[in-house]
């Protein structure tokens, strides 16, 4: 049998080679049989625009739904936020998303919810790897299953946490990019919903299983129509872009730059405490000192987690969390449930544009003069030859980290979640596999670009790429 190897969130692998319906249906069957064990008895199951994700949902749904579960599927294809508000609204043990959320179209993946609406916390994925092939998969029950659509009430609690007087007042077009994914049409129907006179320009609006020809994730590489669109624009008009499932944010600025996920959870930050909200803010291993400088300023505790959000959801279960997030652009706020959300995120970032009159890059120039922290950032996704290539170099760096990166020496060195090498001037470098893609990542944050660029020429050199 197939190894079905959970990472960072879920399980992900390419589809007809691993991802079968066989394997799903395996894993489909543990997962009943922990909801079970845990003496839950209803489950949600979602699923996004991805090639045959439906399916691979109506198969999971047929089979929680033959081990006595009382199983909801989505009546249609739903941003991963919106089936993990879901769990909640439905009063659900469990749910399961079939996504692989910003991989390259030709993965798909399973991801599993804990009853509180986020990403399942390590305890629940262990005890559902433990229970794979226990049982042999039921047969599904596809008639036993009930649709469901939560739509109306997800846009309700957007309301309950956005200005909606203040954004009624935005006069500039605000653009959503979808990537192709299952965020399309989500921000256009609060939109309708919520009676603003907002000229939203979407793109890539309609669901495409091959993502309109590149990756579903939010970065500068995959977004050149985009950029090209926002070059003849002016501040403070942005695009916001989710990924395929819609729970990571990415923006593009006016004249076409990117603002990334570091810059975006910055603003988060300085918005949500100037809406007068506090709390803890959490952040994974790979997330800009930037955060912890205006934390710091601010008056808030920060506390820093491996990378993959459910060590974030971790957190947001003990209480008093204001944002939590990740390099990746996943983010969580306080008042919502304890899960990424690109959509909420996104109609934030307007909020903060509407309400301070400044456009996104002026007010993280403002806090970068408040923190005194000068930022720039890049990643490297280096593609193995082999598991056990990527396995053995990451090995050496942690026997054995090098006393310098260039003209760079090492301060000290952090192994939290891979080996991050902070350097002198107060650059920092990080080196990890990837959780989810055969990849060895490597991060780097600098005062400016080009020594970001210059440090990551020598990483690779580390690294015999």
């Known amino acids: 049998m197939d190894e079905l190897r959970f990472g960072t969130d879920g399980w992900r692998d390419v589809i007809a080679d691993r991802y079968t319906f066989v394997n799903v249906a395996r894993a489909a069957q543990a997962t009943a049989d922990y909801v079970i064990a845990a003496g839950g008895s209803r489950a949600v199951v979602g699923h996004d625009t991805r090639f045959l994700s439906d399916r691979f949902a109506a198969h999971t749904a047929g089979i929680l739904a033959a081990n006595g579960i009382e199983t909801h599927l989505a009546k249609r294809y739903l941003p991963t936020p919106v089936t993990s508000f879901a769990v909640v609204q439905l009063q659900a043990a469990a749910g399961v998303m079939i996504t692989a959320s910003h991989n390259p179209p030709h993965y798909n993946g399973f991801k599993l919810k804990g009853p509180y609406g986020g990403s399942a916390t390590p305890e629940i994925y262990n005890g559902v790897i433990q229970r794979i092939d226990d049982t042999p998969a039921k047969k599904p029950e596809p008639e036993a299953v009930r649709p469901f659509d939560v739509s109306e009430a997800y ?16 006069p500039h077009a605000f653009y959503h990019d979808a990537m192709g994914g299952a965020g399309g049409g989500w921000i256009a129907g609060f939109v309708r919903r919520a009676g603003l006179p907002l000229d939203l320009r979407e793109l890539h609006g309609v669901p495409h299983p091959l993502f309109y020809g590149v990756h579903p994730e939010p970065i500068p590489q995959n977004l050149s129509t985009l950029r090209a669109v926002m070059r003849v624009e002016k501040d403070p008009i942005f695009a916001a872009v989710t990924d395929g499932d819609a729970d990571r944010i990415g923006a593009v600025l006016a004249g076409g730059s990117y603002f990334n996920s570091h810059q975006i959870f910055a603003v988060l930050l300085h918005h949500l405490h100037s809406k007068g909200l506090r709390g803890r803010v959490v952040k994974t291993f790979s997330v800009s000192q930037v955060v912890d400088r205006l934390a710091e300023k601010l008056g808030l505790e920060v506390v820093t987690t491996p990378v993959g959000f459910k060590y974030i959801t971790d957190e947001f279960l003990k209480g008093d969390v204001l944002i939590g997030g990740e390099e990746s652009g996943g983010i969580g706020v306080a008042g919502h449930i304890p899960e990424r959300d690109g959509i909420l995120n996104a109609l934030l970032l307007l909020e903060s ?49 090098p006393d310098r990166v260039g003209r760079f020496k090492i301060e000290r060195v952090e192994t939290l979640d891979g080996v991050k090498l902070h350097l002198e001037g107060g650059a920092w470098l990080l080196f990890r596999p990837s959780g989810t893609e055969p990849l060895l990542r490597i991060y780097c944050e600098a005062e400016d670009a080009s020594t970001v660029k210059r440090i990551l020429k020598e990483a690779r050199k580390l690294v015999g790429a």
């Open 353 to 401: 544009v509407v309400t301070t009159g400044k456009s996104l890059g002026e007010q993280f120039t403002e806090i970068e003069e408040l923190v005194e922290l000068k930022h720039a950032f890049d990643r490297l996704d280096l593609k193995v030859a082999s598991p056990d290539a990527r396995d053995e170099a990451m090995k050496r760096l942690y026997e054995a980290p």
């Open 155 to 170: 846009y309700a609690r957007l309301g309950e946490l956005l200005d909606i007087d203040a954004l009624k007042k935005y």
